[in-house]
């Protein structure tokens, strides 16, 4: 399908996050969004997110991916020269405020769901629900027809 977002909107995304200094091309990180994006639009079999939505979408998740390649700095020191730096990288989409902004935007909750399977390490949980009577309220087997 047809990537939605450019570099301008993903830099305005941006704000100062993004470097004005090295301008990086935000192609590929484009490119990564409109692929999920993309699964997003055939997983929402209900059409609840509109084109305009699905191009905000792929716009945060281009920012998202942008960010993960250049993460944003949440503390810097000058004296010990040391950094640390926004998100954790066992979070996926909720690392960045901009994966945690396209999973609140998708109203399908297909990236939502994406995102919990990722973090289970892509298994499902299974669950199963006794119908019967409990074991001691049967009738005992030599006691039946």
């Not at 609840?48 to 949440?74: M, P």
């Not at 297909?110 to 390490?121: H, I, T, Y």
Request: glycine share 4%.
């Amino acid at each position: 399908m047809a990537v939605r977002t450019n570099a301008t909107n993903v830099k305005a995304v941006l704000l100062s996050l993004y470097d004005l200094v090295n301008t990086p091309d935000l192609t590929a990180f484009i490119s990564e969004a409109s692929l999920l994006v993309d699964w997003v639009d055939s997983c929402d079999t209900d059409n609840l997110n509109s084109t305009a939505l699905l191009t905000v979408i792929e716009t945060n998740l281009a920012a998202h991916f942008y960010l993960l390649a250049d993460r944003a700095a949440s503390d810097e020191k000058t004296l010990d020269a040391s950094v640390k730096y926004q998100g954790q990288t066992e979070m996926y989409l909720k690392s960045t405020p901009y994966g945690q902004k396209a999973i609140s935007l998708d109203v399908s909750g297909c990236l939502a769901s994406r995102d919990l399977a990722a973090v289970n390490g892509g298994k499902r949980t299974v669950k199963m629900t006794w119908l019967g009577k409990a074991p001691s309220a049967q009738t005992a087997y030599v006691d039946r027809d």
